[in-house]
Antibody, heavy 120, light 110 residues
């Protein structure tokens, strides 16, 4: 079965970097685009970024463009989110999600999320 | 990339039907059929309920249906059950290879 497991969350100081990972299993990772989505405490979902199946193209929400970088290692079945210059408003649960493939822009599998808290 | 507009809350009694609206613009909902709906129970990850406006993933109940008219998409849940009580989010492709979510709607089953 498809599994997505995020890791790397925790407490980070404002201005510091943090890298999240998402380990994928149960499907052919290299065939699907992948997304990152976050959810601030008590708030709604916010789409952050997408990366193509081979990693050659990536796109970002304006709110994180220039600070966050999405990447993937298909040899390790792992998705990453490098977050730089963290701000308190980046505090959220971060989810990785699989793109629907033939049904693009639908997120058909999600990880359980990893909590990032930005605080001094 | 402005968020799509959803009502903050809706409610219904068991067995009734409810509809949640999701309003965007011609640049997102009105321009593409890549509208999805997600259900999220407290403390859980979202689950895809509808994709490409009205298609249901395998395993999703037929009680859930989607539609679109102009710049507004809708999710209808018929035969409400207590387990349907959750937050619901719409999303739409916006062009430029980006995605946008709605603000979310809390469904209460009275």
């Amino acid at each position: 079965q498809v599994q997505l497991v995020e890791s790397g969350g925790g407490v980070a100081q404002p201005g510091r970097p943090l890298r999240l990972s998402c380990a994928a299993s149960g499907f052919t990772f290299r065939r699907n685009a992948m997304h990152w989505v976050r959810q601030a405490p008590g708030k709604g979902l916010e789409w952050l970024a997408v990366i193509s199946s081979v990693g050659s193209n990536n796109y970002y929400a304006d709110s994180v463009k220039g600070r966050f970088t999405i990447s993937r290692d298909n040899s390790k079945n792992t998705l990453y989110l490098q977050m730089n210059s963290l701000r308190p408003e980046d505090t959220a649960v971060y989810y990785c999600a699989r793109d629907g493939g033939d049904n693009p822009w639908s997120l058909n599998y999600w990880g359980q999320g990893t909590l990032v808290t930005v605080s001094s | 990339q402005s968020a799509l507009t959803q009502p903050a809350s809706v409610s219904g009694s068991p067995g009734q039907s409810i509809t949640i609206s999701c309003t965007g613009t011609s640049g997102d909902i009105g321009g593409y059929n890549y509208v999805s709906w997600y259900q999220q129970h407290p403390g859980k990850a979202p689950q895809l309920m509808i994709y490409e406006v009205f298609y249901r993933p395998s395993g999703v109940s037929h009680r859930f249906s989607g539609s679109k008219s102009g710049n507004t998409a809708s999710l209808t849940i018929s035969g409400l059950r207590t387990e349907d009580e959750a937050d619901y989010y719409c999303s739409s492709y916006t062009g430029g290879s980006t995605l946008v979510f709605g603000g979310g709607t809390k469904l209460t089953v009275l």
